[in-house]
């Protein structure tokens, strides 16, 4: 692995660190948006948070599949 791939990944693991931040975060509120839309009714707050959602996991899909490019076969290089 070359320098600049090493730099890249690292750059990449940290991404998808965030990224699972922001998922982590969203799922916890969308949780309880269906909490509270089961109490008041409120679908259209409930269906934003599931699509925000959706786009931030299939961001943490795209992300594992760069770095999975970037470490070749087996994870090799990764510490």
């Known amino acids: 692995m070359e320098f600049g ?6 750059e990449l693991r940290a991404r998808e660190q965030e990224v699972a931040r922001e998922w982590q975060w969203l799922h916890e509120t969308l949780n309880e948006v269906a909490r509270v839309r089961a109490e008041n009714g409120d ?3 409930f269906r934003l948070m599931q699509a925000q959602a959706m786009r931030v996991g299939q961001r943490r899909i795209e992300l ?3 770095i999975a490019e970037i470490e070749g076969p087996a994870g090799q290089g990764r510490p």
């Open 43 to 45: 679908a259209a707050a």
């Open 5 to 10: 791939d090493m730099d890249a990944l690292a």
């Open 64 to 66: 594992s599949l760069r």
